[in-house]
């Protein structure tokens, strides 16, 4: 395989440093049709897009976008063939592994949203141990959701707040948005400023769905393993010119 050169390095002169988004998030779609297109197997469009999301998060370091979230697998995701699904499990567990301390030292802090009970044994103690061993970085935070589901997400955080109300804990009138925040998955992470989803689909298939409440979102044709800084650069042009309104004038 050729490496590309990496360009891009320092943050495009265009862009504006004081209005970077702080959170970017990622459905990273189009990995199949990316290798039907070339006549290969869907799972070598995967392992493609593994490079990709590598790219993208040295990327967000290099330009000083601190947290960057992406979309692996989601709860519907177990329903594509079983060879697909168990290829993935596999692949996430093996970039991981081999990925650690490029993490470590790059300042990488890693962390996994979703129901990681339900996952391999082996990748959840691969989970358990690269949110460990990064907990203490901060160049950037990067989330993975994988086996994640926005309903799913909104249902467990509702059935804990609920059980705090069965034992007295709390009343039903101190439930608000807070509480309920602090109940996600996403606990601690603000609220993405740009959603980018790839390969030219408009909706947002269950990602984030409390979290993506005000969030800018930026769709490109290009399938996700051809998704590279001058891509990325595009987005954030776009993201740029946009005026937030918060649902104020
Ligand atoms: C996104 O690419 C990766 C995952 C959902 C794991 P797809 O696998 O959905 O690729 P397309 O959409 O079929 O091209
Ligand atoms: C969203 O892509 C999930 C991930 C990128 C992990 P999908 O390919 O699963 O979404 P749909 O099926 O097009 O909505
Ligand atoms: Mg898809």
Redesign the pocket.
């Known amino acids: 395989m050729t490496v590309k050169p990496i360009v891009l390095q320092e943050l495009p002169s265009d862009l504006d440093k004081s209005r970077l988004p702080q959170h970017v998030a990622v459905i990273?779609?189009?990995?199949?049709?990316?290798a039907a297109r070339r006549g290969f197997p869907?799972i070598v469009?995967?392992q493609r897009?593994v490079d990709a999301l590598k790219d993208l998060l040295r990327c967000c370091r290099d330009w000083g976008i601190p947290a960057l979230t992406a979309y692996?697998?989601?709860t519907e995701?177990w329903g594509r063939p079983l060879e697909e699904v168990e290829f993935?499990m596999t692949l996430f567990e093996r970039v991981l592994r081999r990925e650690l301390k490029e993490m470590m030292r790059e300042d990488v802090k890693i962390r996994f949203v979703g129901n990681l009970a339900a996952l391999p044994h082996s990748l959840q103690q691969e989970i358990a141990r690269s949110m460990q061993e990064t907990a203490a970085n901060s160049g950037i935070q990067f989330t993975v959701a994988t086996n994640y589901g926005g309903r799913q997400e909104i249902v467990q955080a509702c059935r804990e707040i609920a059980k705090k109300v069965q034992q007295g804990l709390i009343s039903p009138e101190e439930v608000d948005e807070a509480m309920l925040e602090n109940h996600l998955y996403t606990v601690g992470i603000p609220s993405p400023d740009l959603l980018v989803r790839t390969?030219g689909e408009m909706r947002i298939s269950n990602f984030l769905l409390w979290q993506m409440a005000y969030a800018e979102i930026y769709v490109t044709s290009t399938?996700?393993p051809d998704f590279d800084r001058s891509q990325f650069h595009e987005a954030l042009k776009d993201y740029q010119g946009r005026e937030r309104r918060f649902g104020k004038l």
């Open positions: 990273m779609d189009g990995n199949g049709r990316w869907r469009g995967h897009g692996a697998f989601s995701n993935l390969s399938l996700w």
